[in-house]
């Protein structure tokens, strides 16, 4: 389950580069400055522009949201979602895997989670500065509490995956993508012990899309989509690594 895990987020990355989509999917933005009652100046990659928001935005926060254009050619937000601010810490992270990356350390099975603690400790002593303590530090808060965290890099673009052994033969994932927002679900072994996904994406485009590609996550033998409002990482990073211990 671990490695259909790994071809599972990679499969997702690629399909939020579908053109037929790429129109309706959300983007990641940040907010430069607040210039009116409504107006705002956001960034999304490179493009900076105006837009109009009914709810206040904070300036200097990223968002998720849908975008559209006015009839008079104004862009317009909605279903504004706040980027993970305890995820920021990873956009400057000293670590940032590849999907291969991934599927390498997945392939050893659940044997890999001794080598990563080894390989954290490692990292979090040797730390030479405030960040790379706090970004491995909570990498090994995350593994306390039976959550496994990775960062990867890849086009040039910020991914996150958490994953949660849960009841026996089921497989808890947290993953975020800049195209597509936050994404929760479950991997399971079926009654004929079959490979299962449960699959939930926090974006009506993001849903559809996903819908309309399941041929291309033929991983598994089963397969549901939900929507799913308020998606929360299954363990929040934090600034303080004061609790760490044990």
Not at 126 to 140: H, I, R, V, Y
Not at 178 to 198: A, C, F, M, R, W
């Amino acid at each position: 389950m671990i490695q259909k895990i790994a071809s599972l987020s990679q499969s997702i990355s690629k399909l939020s580069h579908q053109k037929d989509f790429n129109n309706t999917l959300p983007v990641l933005l940040n907010v430069l400055e607040k210039q009116g009652k409504d107006l705002y100046k956001i960034k999304i990659g490179n493009l900076i522009t105006q837009t109009k928001s009914q709810k206040d935005l904070i300036v200097g926060a990223q968002y998720f949201a849908n975008l559209q254009k006015s009839s008079i050619g104004t862009l317009l937000l909605n279903q504004l979602t706040p980027y993970p601010k305890n995820l920021e810490i990873l956009q400057d992270s000293p670590l940032k895997l590849s999907f291969q990356n991934l599927k390498e350390i997945f392939s050893k099975g659940e044997d890999f989670i001794g080598e990563w603690k080894e390989f954290l400790l490692n990292q979090f002593s040797d730390a030479p500065d405030k960040n790379s303590f706090l970004f491995f530090g909570n990498l090994l808060l995350s593994l306390q509490k039976n959550v496994i965290s990775f960062n990867v890099y890849e086009d040039k673009k910020n991914y996150f995956l958490q994953l949660e052994k849960r009841q026996e033969e089921s497989l808890g994932f947290y993953a975020l993508y800049p195209n597509l927002g936050p994404l929760s679900g479950v991997v399971y072994k079926t009654l004929e012990k079959d490979i299962g996904l449960n699959l939930q994406a926090s974006f009506e485009s993001t849903k559809n899309l996903l819908k309309n590609h399941t041929k291309d996550l033929k991983l598994f033998h089963r397969i549901e989509i939900s929507l799913q409002k308020n998606i929360e990482p299954l363990y929040q990073f934090t600034q303080n690594l004061l609790d760490l211990r044990g």
